[in-house]
C-alpha cells in the first residue's frame, strides 16, 4: 500500500530554515540514503520510479526541501512506510510520474529524535524496460499503480523502471521522444530532458551506481516501434543489438522478454504486432549460446476489459491482472517472492 497520510510532505523550492529547530537535518549526500533509479548530479529524479529509501529509527515526521530543478507546480511522489512491529520503519519515496517527475532533493527534515540506519537492499532487484505500457501512463498513480511496480512488490523486490511512453526501441524520434530506448537506457535523464530549460542534456549513467545490481530484467518494449512502421526484421535486429550491449552490464542475469498482448477492441478482437518477433529474439539468443533468455507469452493476457476504452491502455484492475499473471509466470519459472523485506 502506498500511503502519505503519516508523512507530512512539505515541497519548496527555496530552504527552509526556521522551523527546523531541534529537527534531524539529512543533506542530499547522506551516506545512509538508499538511491535507486536515475538521479543527476543536482541531485533530482528522472525516469518514473526513481526515488529513495530510508531506514529510520524514531520516525515521526518527515519533510522533503526541494530545489530549483524540481518540476514545478507539481512532481507527484509516493510515500510509504513498510509496515514494521520494529520502532524503526522504512521510509519509501519515489517520483509517480513519466513526464513531470524531477523532484531535486536539497534536505531531508526529520523529527528531533530520529536517526538514520543502515538500509538492508532486497536480494532481488528487477530492472524493467518498456514504454508506456509499463511506464504507468495514464494511471491516477503513475508508475506505482502499473504492473512492474507490483510484481516488485510481491516479490519484495528493489525495482527500476526505464520505460518511455511513445519511445521505440530502434533510436529514431517517436511520438515526442527524440531518442528511442536503445539509447535512452543508457543515460541518466529520461526523454524528457529536451523539453526541459534548465537541463536541455542527456548525460550516461553510471551503472555503477545502481547497487545492488539488478539480479532480473524484463522487457517489454515494440508497440511504437511497429506504430512508426520499422519494419519486423529491423526491430529484431535492433532488439538483439539491445540484448547484447545489456549483456555487458548484466552477464548472467535472466532476461525476460513479452510478447506484445496486443492492442484490444470492444469487439473482442485483438490487433497485434510483430508476430512471432520475440519468439524469434529469443531463438537467436539461444543459437548464440545465451540459454538465460526466455519468452513470457502475454497472448490473452489483456482484454478490452482491462484497457481504457479511449486509448486501450490498461487500467487499473488491468494492471493488478497483468502484474498478477507474470507473478505467477515467475513463481513456475522458479523464482519464489521473498518472505520478508530484511529492513
Ligand atoms: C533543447 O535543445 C534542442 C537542440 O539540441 C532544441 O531543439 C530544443 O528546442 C531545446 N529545448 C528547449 C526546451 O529549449
Ligand atoms: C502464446 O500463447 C498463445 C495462446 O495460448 C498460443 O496460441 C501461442 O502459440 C503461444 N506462442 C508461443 C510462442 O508460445
Known amino acids: 500500500m502506498l500511503t502519505s497520510f503519516a508523512y507530512s510532505l512539505v515541497l519548496m523550492t527555496t530552504v527552509l530554515v526556521s522551523g527546523a529547530i531541534g529537527s534531524v537535518i539529512i543533506s542530499n549526500d547522506h551516506p545512509l540514503i538508499h538511491f535507486h533509479g536515475r538521479w543527476d548530479k543536482s541531485p533530482g529524479t528522472w525516469w518514473a520510479g526513481s526515488g529513495f529509501k530510508m531506514h529510520v529509527d524514531n520516525l515521526k515526521s518527515l ?3 526541494l530545489g530549483e530543478h524540481t518540476t514545478t507546480p507539481v512532481a507527484s511522489i509516493g510515500v510509504s512506510p513498510y509496515p514494521s512491529l520494529k520502532p524503526s520503519s522504512v521510509v519509501r519515496i519515489n517520483v509517480e510520474g ?27 532487484g528487477f530492472q524493467f524496460i518498456g514504454d508506456s ?8 498513480q503513475g ?14 523486490a528493489e525495482h527500476t523502471v526505464n520505460a518511455q511512453p511513445g519511445a521505440t526501441l530502434t533510436d529514431i524520434v517517436s511520438y515526442g521522444n527524440q531518442h528511442g530506448v536503445s539509447f535512452q ?3 541518466t535523464e529520461d526523454t524528457g530532458y529536451f523539453y526541459t530549460t534548465d537541463h536541455n542534456f542527456t548525460t550516461a549513467w553510471d551503472f555503477r551506481r545502481d547497487v545492488p545490481p539488478p539480479t532480473h530484467v524484463i522487457i517489454h518494449i515494440g508497440a511504437n516501434d511497429a506504430s512508426q512502421s520499422v519494419t519486423q526484421d529491423s526491430f529484431i ?7 547484447s550491449r545489456l549483456r555487458t552490464l548484466y552477464p548472467t542475469q535472466p532476461i525476460f522478454l513479452f510478447t506484445p498482448w496486443g492492442w484490444p477492441s470492444a469487439d473482442g478482437s485483438v490487433s497485434q504486432y510483430y508476430p512471432g518477433a520475440h519468439q524469434q529474439i529469443v531463438q537467436d539468443r539461444i543459437k548464440l549460446g545465451d540459454h538465460n533468455v526466455f519468452l513470457v507469452n502475454t497472448t490473452g493476457w489483456v482484454t478490452f476489459d482491462d484497457v481504457f476504452p479511449d486509448n486501450q491502455h490498461p ?16 513463481e513456475t519459472w522458479g523464482l519464489k517472492p521473498e518472505p520478508e523485506w530484511p529492513a
Do not use: C, M
Not at 505500457?133 to 491516477?140: D, H, M
Not at 535486429?237 to 540484448?243: P, V
Open 98 to 124: 513519466w513526464q513531470n517527475n524531477r523532484i531535486n532533493v536539497e534536505k531531508i527534515i526529520l523529527n528531533d529524535g530520529a536517526r538514520l540506519l543502515p538500509y538492508s537492499p532486497s536480494r532481488l
Open 185 to 187: 537506457f543508457f543515460r
Open 143 to 156: 508508475v506505482d499503480q502499473a504492473w512492474p511496480f507490483l510484481v516488485g512488490e510481491q516479490f519484495k
Open 237 to 243: 535486429k535492433t532488439f538483439l543489438n539491445f540484448i
Open 133 to 140: 505500457l509499463s511506464a504507468g501512463q495514464y494511471l491516477p
Open 315 to 330: 487500467n487499473v484492475p488491468g494492471h493488478e491482472k497483468i502484474a498478477n499473471l507474470f507473478g505467477a509466470w515467475l
Open 63 to 65: 519533510s522533503l526541501i
